[in-house]
């Protein structure tokens, strides 16, 4: 199979500071990828070069064999390329059938102009059911963001990604402050993410990488030190050094 998305020599410096070096990273659609690694040791510059906020000092991005490097974020997210939706950016007064009617109406060229009339448009209802029912959102499918819990807004990141009808997901710690009851329904979400979807989430939470991750891949410094399968990124040396010392001597010891 051919990469769905592929990142070349990527850097990036702020003054000095080499933040990403020499990064390349092949993704295959299907892929579940986590990206890990230390605070400071480059993440959120990767996904925001990737996405297309900041832009490289050189190297590329391929999105379905086309360079996308110069195009700018909303382009990218036209070819498939999206970053979840961040809780921080959602409407509190809009419901979750607003913000993804948006998603939809945005992704087949329709204006948001249209949004007040998107319930007499039976493609976009039938489409939001089922992702509402896919992610159990269906009950507060017409509450206001405001009113819904805190794990309920995270599924609806993953949902406005997801009717962007993504190639490729950047999926930024989707488990990140949501109460450990709550997390079972997000780890659901994950595994029914479509099949052929490639995914790269970055986390800090190990167990939750160990579950959804059949390749990990770790920054240290700005550089990528592990590229690999979860059963042997706790047993090699340099990842033990600079990040998984405790967690793996605990996984071993279980
Ligand atoms: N705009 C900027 N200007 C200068 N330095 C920056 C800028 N953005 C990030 N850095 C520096 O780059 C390094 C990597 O930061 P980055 O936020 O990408 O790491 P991270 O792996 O996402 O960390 P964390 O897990 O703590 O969010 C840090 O030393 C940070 O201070």
């Known amino acids: ?22 990064v390349s990273i092949a993704m ?3 892929d579940r990828v ?5 605070n400071g040791a480059g993440k959120t510059t990767f996904v925001n070069l990737v ?22 974020p909303i382009r990218r997210v036209r070819q ?25 109406l945005q992704r087949t060229g329709r204006s948001g102009r249209v949004l007040g009339h998107f319930q007499a448009m039976p493609e976009v209802m039938e489409e939001m059911r089922a992702l509402f029912e896919t992610l159990g959102l269906s009950a507060v499918a017409t509450r206001k963001v405001s009113e819904i819990a805190y794990g309920q807004q995270r599924l609806l990141e993953i949902a406005i990604a997801l009717a ?21 329904r997000i780890e659901a979400a994950l595994a029914g993410l479509p099949s052929d979807l490639a995914v790269l989430m970055i986390e800090h939470d190990m167990d ?7 390749r990990v891949i770790v920054l240290a410094a700005g550089a990528v030190i592990f590229d690999g399968s979860p059963q042997d990124v706790t047993k090699d040396a340099r990842v033990r050094e600079v990040y998984l ?9 279980a």
């Open 1 to 22: 199979m051919s990469p769905v998305f592929q990142v070349e020599h990527l850097r990036k410096s702020f003054g000095g500071l080499a933040v990403t070096q020499d």
């Open 28 to 30: 295959e659609p299907g």
């Open 34 to 38: 986590a990206l890990i690694g230390p």
């Open 51 to 72: 996405v297309g906020h900041l832009a490289p000092d050189s190297g590329k991005v391929m999105l379905a064999g086309s360079d996308v490097t110069a195009l700018d």
């Open 80 to 104: 498939g390329l999206v970053r979840s939706f961040q809780v921080t950016r959602l409407f509190s007064d809009m419901t979750p059938q607003e913000h993804v009617a948006l998603a939809i």
């Open 164 to 184: 962007l009808k993504p190639k490729v997901l950047l999926l930024d710690e989707p488990a990140a402050g949501v109460p450990q009851s709550d997390t079972p």
């Open 208 to 214: 939750l990488v160990f579950r959804f991750a059949k």
């Open 245 to 253: 010392g405790n967690y793996a001597n605990d996984r071993s010891a």
